[in-house]
């Protein structure tokens, strides 16, 4: 009997659906999570991009800022567009502040293409995954990266995707796209570890 990588999803704002989706067509079972037990039941977790503030504030609200960090210790994370800023140490900026997750040595920058008006699409060259399409709503990107952290893909000198052992971020959506190959690396990483 095979068992499946199971993929966590946060689920407590955000694109969940779309993330669900994609884990599934990349060859893993995938779940909600929404509590500390479900996080338990996951091999790997995905924080989806959505709005940074209050996915910060539910986490806090439904006791999985602590679970969370523990389970990244030993387990695959991807984090996309504001699931990258949860994961950084820091939003950088006038108002430097602290993120409650704290899992990866990157300064992001929120909002730092501009505007929802600002959004764009672009062919994107990453390290070891080559060409992918790359969907950047209101993106982030990443102002710097600690000695840990290697930068996997950059669009005008600006850092948007990188990686650090098992934690995995991206400033765009590979959910809204019908290209598997970001998902493939990431379900890839749960072997590893």
Request: glycine share 12%; proline share 6%; aromatic share 6%.
């Amino acid at each position: 009997m095979v068992i499946m990588a199971r993929v966590g999803v946060l689920a407590l704002q955000g694109a969940v659906s779309e993330h669900l989706d994609m884990a599934r067509r990349a060859g893993a079972y995938s779940l909600a999570v929404t509590s500390p037990d479900d996080l338990a039941q996951a091999d790997a977790l995905v924080i989806p991009g959505g709005e940074s503030t209050a996915i910060s504030r539910l986490i806090r609200q439904n006791g999985l800022e602590d679970p969370v960090r523990a389970f990244a210790r030993s387990h695959p994370v991807l984090g996309t567009c504001a699931g990258l800023i949860l994961c950084g140490r820091e939003i950088g900026g006038p108002d430097k502040e602290p993120q409650p997750l704290g899992l990866m040595d990157i300064t992001v920058e929120r909002n730092g293409f501009g505007r929802q008006a600002d959004s764009f699409e672009t062919p994107l060259t990453v390290e070891g995954m080559g060409t992918v399409p790359a969907v950047f709503i209101r993106a982030p990107y990443i102002q710097s990266a600690g000695p840990g952290a290697r930068v996997l893909a950059s669009v005008g000198g600006r850092a948007v995707m990188a990686e650090q052992g098992n934690i995995l971020v991206a400033a765009f959506h590979p959910e809204l796209t019908d290209d598997l190959t970001v998902y493939r690396y990431f379900v890839g990483k749960i072997k590893a570890a």
